[in-house]
């Protein structure tokens, strides 16, 4: 009878493991889910059964979290908490360091971390800091400025970018640079110095960091996302110098003076503006060579295009996105007449100003603009408002477009069914300059 | 050829097919594009040429099963179309993964002996979102995982931490400058303490109980942080003293606590009263080694310090929950701190609790 139940019970455990598949997984693929969690939740596995005990100890993956604007002592908890977990975690390459702290207490404690993470060869450093009123701001140890291993590198909030004479991170790809502080204007650009094949760029900017100019100018730089917080009208100056850049998205919410030296490579480029105004126009001569280009804006100041008469047209551009705010609809004008080769347009009333600028006007370009005979083949039109201009704007494409497919205009959900019926039918007696044209209403 | 036969040729023959055979045996032809989309497959039709017929099919890795290889099939068919948009391919993946966790392994198994790391990522990211935020015993429920280990397995690489040379430097460190930044407080604190010591200790059950970190309470309650550090050391003392208590008589008894919880009382607002041992207290709890290092005031036979931080322990093991947040304690103070569960006054929502731990 013994035997019988003994038998049994073999055959339920036996049973039961066939179950627990998670635990069949190699070590690799456990440290790969484990991965996706905190390093605190990842660490509680260790209680599961056998299997689990020692698995998080060789996730490389440490994700340490400190719950945010917590003032007091618990800090001192969270200290020895990432202390000890530095301890048990036994990898020798770590692959991600993310850190996110209170500084409570004075930061010296916080160079042993930077350096344990240094000497296991860490790819991906990610500091977020809180600062406090005793101690507003981190700066970081020298030894982070020439970690030999380091790909990616995000710094955000209470870090103040103090970097030492010599900065040496050969293999730092990206880089993000959100609303910290710098020492002067020189260190972000000895920071850049010593990045000798940085791809991606991500500065998030606002006045009061310390800084009166950003220069960026980066030989081997792709991708850069440039923003500015607003912050009311102090002047600041940004420089790009970046012949291999291929994609900018650029937000200016300050009163940025530009000096575009070099972005030549230039494919796609994505501006938002508040104010669209008079020294916008180098900003607007720099994306010539783009071929998508997209502006957005809330709110227009009478620009002096005599000024912007390119010697160079915007041959390659093949895809335009105007967000229109309270007014610049003429900017539409412009862009025909200069784009010879432009395929797809997208119109579109800013939402921020939506019900404002009816009483806006437009003026169709001097001569038909030869993308409209040759090029243009989509047209869309979104937050259509049932204006004048926006008819007139709609009518003058519709006449003079040869080779448009598609004109697809969507209103926005304000007008009433009936008004959206009468809309319809004027815009299907517009005459047509392609027979080809499919009108699309929303 | 020429051009009559060439137009005679069937468009079956146009389309490439690559042959798969599976660990059990079984032989199926896969359209190629789709095949090719997992690194493995490709890697042998090039490098290897094989694949291109039945007697050359290519033999998958013991981790895929043919049930698992349609599923794979099913996502490298639908992703290896290129005009698809990101929304699209999220939509996909998000119904695709919705299976339950046996099978989630397999195929995260499978995905990644074919090397096909997009897939294994979106089973492992599933995976997690499993895991995340649950009790031990639901994810040992979830996955039928065995409950293998004792209570003092379970704790065995905490402990360890704090015999570590390092930790031991660092704790010295840390407690030289608590105990500075004691010196200061201590006076002005003193007697203010000692009455609110009994409040304090509820506040805390009940906010542990209704689920907060149990530290957190104490923080929004006090006023300086230094207070606030001397009153949870106290009412963990108490608590200590509660749980050794029980821990001789009996430690499935409630009302033994309830008891005990009194008496302790009494005899700490008798031991409170002596003012060096506020130092010591704090330190037993924050720092088993600093004891041993000698570095602080000895007010309390070493011999008893030991014992209260034992019994302190064993009796802490026997609890079973929130351990992401216990174990974020224990390595932050050295070991355990929550006898809080057992400590004072017995009122009902207490004692429930306290039940659902005696197993």
């Known amino acids: ?47 599961l059964s056998k299997r689990w005990l020692w698995v998080w100890t060789s996730v490389p993956i440490l994700d340490l979290q400190d719950t945010p604007f917590c003032r007091t002592d618990p800090n001192l908890h969270f200290r020895q908490f990432v202390d000890h977990v530095l301890i048990l975690n036994k990898t020798a390459s770590l692959d991600k360091f993310c850190l996110k702290f209170n500084l409570v207490d004075h930061p010296s404690y916080v160079k042993t971390w930077f350096r344990d993470a240094v000497s296991r060869d860490v790819k991906e450093l990610d500091i977020s800091v809180h600062g406090t009123e005793s101690f507003p701001f981190l700066k970081l140890p020298f030894a982070l400025f020439t970690a030999k291993t380091l790909h990616v590198l995000k710094l955000s909030h209470g870090v103040e970018l103090h970097v030492p004479g010599t ?76 012949p291999v850049l291929k994609q900018l998205n650029l937000e200016d919410n300050l009163t940025l003076e530009f000096d575009l030296e070099d972005v030549s490579s230039l494919v ?175 | 050829m020429s051009e009559v036969d060439m137009a005679v ?15 059990d045996g079984s032989i199926q032809q896969v359209e190629q594009e789709v095949a090719m989309f997992c690194p493995m497959i490709c890697h042998e039709v090039i490098q290897k040429g094989m694949g291109s017929s039945k007697n050359y099919a290519i033999s998958l890795p013991q981790r895929v099963n043919p049930a698992m290889l349609s599923l794979i099939l099913d996502y490298c068919r639908f992703h290896q179309v290129p005009g698809r948009s990101n929304k699209e391919r999220k939509s996909f993946d998000e119904k695709f993964i919705r299976m339950d966790t046996k099978r989630l392994c397999e195929l995260t198994s499978a995905a990644d002996s074919l090397q096909l790391k997009p897939l294994v990522d979106l089973t492992s990211r599933a995976l997690a979102r499993i895991i995340e935020g649950k009790s031990p015993e ?12 004792t209570e003092e397995e379970k704790l065995e690489p905490l402990k360890n931490t704090t015999d570590d040379p390092r930790i031991r430097l660092l704790n010295r460190l840390y407690a030289k400058k608590r105990k500075e930044l004691k010196e200061r407080q201590k006076l002005k604190n003193i007697e203010v303490e000692e009455e609110r010591v ?12 209704n689920g907060d970190n149990g530290d957190s309470k104490g923080i929004k309650n006090s006023k300086s942080k230094k207070k606030n550090r001397r009153r949870k050391d106290q009412q963990k003392n108490t608590s200590a003293n509660e749980a050794i208590k029980n821990h001789n008589k009996e430690p499935n008894g409630l009302n033994q606590v309830c008891c005990s919880a009194e008496v302790g009382q009494t005899v700490w607002a008798g031991v409170g009263a002596t003012s060096n041992l506020h130092d010591v207290e704090d330190d037993i709890f924050d720092n088993k080694n600093e004891l041993d290092d000698g570095d602080i005031d000895d ?47 017995g009122n009902g929502s207490l004692r429930r609790y306290a039940n659902s731990e005696q197993r």
């Open chain 1, 1 to 47: 009878m013994a035997n019988s139940v003994n038998q049994e019970i073999n055959v339920n455990s036996k049973h039961k493991k066939s179950y627990d598949r998670i635990s069949q997984l190699p070590d690799v693929l456990i440290h790969h889910i484990l991965s996706f969690l905190s390093t605190k939740e990842a660490m509680a596995t260790s209680i």
């Open chain 1, 167 to 242: 900065v040496s991170l050969p293999c730092l790809k990206v880089l993000n640079l959100v609303w910290i502080k710098y020492t002067n204007d020189e260190s972000v650009s000895r920071l850049f110095a010593g990045c000798y094949v940085l791809q991606e760029l991500v500065l998030h900017k606002h006045a009061g960091d310390n800084t009166t100019c950003s220069n960026i100018s980066i030989p081997t730089l792709k991708t850069l996302f440039v923003r500015f917080a607003p912050t009311g009208r102090r002047r600041h100056k940004l420089k790009i110098n970046a």
């Open chain 1, 268 to 442: 796609e480029a994505n501006v938002t503006v508040s104010w669209l105004e008079n020294r916008h126009i180098p900003l607007l001569k720099a994306l010539s060579n783009a071929k998508f280009v997209s502006f957005h804006w809330d709110w227009y100041a009478e620009m002096k295009w005599r000024n912007f008469r390119p010697y160079r047209l915007f041959l390659n551009l093949v895809q335009m996105e105007l967000h229109v705010g309270y007014g610049g609809w003429n900017l539409l004008s412009l862009f025909l007449e200069i784009s010879d080769h432009l395929e797809v347009l997208v119109l579109a009333k800013n939402d921020n100003c939506r019900g404002l600028g009816f009483e806006c006007s437009w003026k169709p370009p001097k001569y038909v603009p030869k993308c409209l005979l040759s090029s243009l083949s989509m047209v869309y039109f979104k937050g259509f408002e049932d204006l004048t201009y926006q008819l007139s704007m709609v009518k003058y494409i519709l006449k003079n477009a040869r080779v448009l497919k598609m004109m697809d205009i969507s209103s926005n959900g304000d007008l009433p069914l009936d008004s959206k019926i009468d809309l319809l039918k004027k815009l299907l007696m517009f005459p047509r300059g392609s027979k080809a044209c499919q009108l699309k209403f929303n």
């Open chain 2, 9 to 23: 040729i069937k468009p079956e023959m146009m389309k490439s097919y690559i042959w798969l055979q599976t660990a």
């Open chain 2, 138 to 149: 639901e994810i040992r429920e979830i996955f039928h995982l065995p409950d293998d280990l």
């Open chain 2, 198 to 209: 009994d409040d304090r200790s509820v506040d805390d059950l009940l906010s542990f109980i």
């Open chain 2, 299 to 345: 007010e309390i036979d070493p011999a008893l310090k030991e014992k209260i931080d034992r019994e302190v322990e064993d009796f802490a093991r026997r609890l079973n929950s929130d351990w992401p947040e216990r174990m974020q304690e224990i390595l932050s103070f050295g070991h355990e701190r929550k006898p809080v569960h057992f400590s004072l006054n």
